[in-house]
């Protein structure tokens, strides 16, 4: 049964999903490393990607769907969406669409999705990092469950407004970037080969 469950949790799929989900939550991370025009323009790229590797998650049934523990508390989502929304001052709040058939709005912000998006991907690496190949199983059907009844709405409206950002030629600020002293305190996917899929797009 384990052989099974491995065959699922470290196939192809999975290892590409993860590895983006990495990179979305490294990058959130540092957000203030990158000046406003290159976060919107790589989390633009990125969170393309996520959405059709999500897609791409195979289709599993949870083991003890009790056991999937939430690691991301309440400090750390606000320290998140705080730092996002100091970078995205000006361009935060956006008219969101819940039920495009029904002309169904309202008022949100994207630091608000950046966060719950990082909330549910941090959530899915930590049960990841666990490895047990059951516990990798639930944290597939947790995070691709979540995707279809939430998250995946987050992340194509803001996609949708940073491709309008982006091809409205918006004025985004390229100047606010903190420096960093050394190579070292750069996100570690900034100076590997870990961005590959991101550059080769």
Known sequence: MTDDFEK???SDEVIAFTALAGQYCNMIDHVAAYSQ???????HRLLSLLYVKTLSLPNVEPI???MVEKTVTQEEWDEVHNAVALKLAGFDSYSEVYDPLAGDDAMSSLSEGFADIFQDLKDYLSLMQMGSPEMMNDAIWECA???REYWGQRLVNIVRVLHHLIYSEAALKTDDAMMFEKDDDRPSWERSSGQSELDNE
């Open 8 to 10: 699922i949790v470290y």
């Open 37 to 43: 025009k290159d976060f919107i323009n790589q989390q």
């Open 64 to 66: 003890d769907p009790e």
């Open 145 to 147: 469950r979540n995707f």
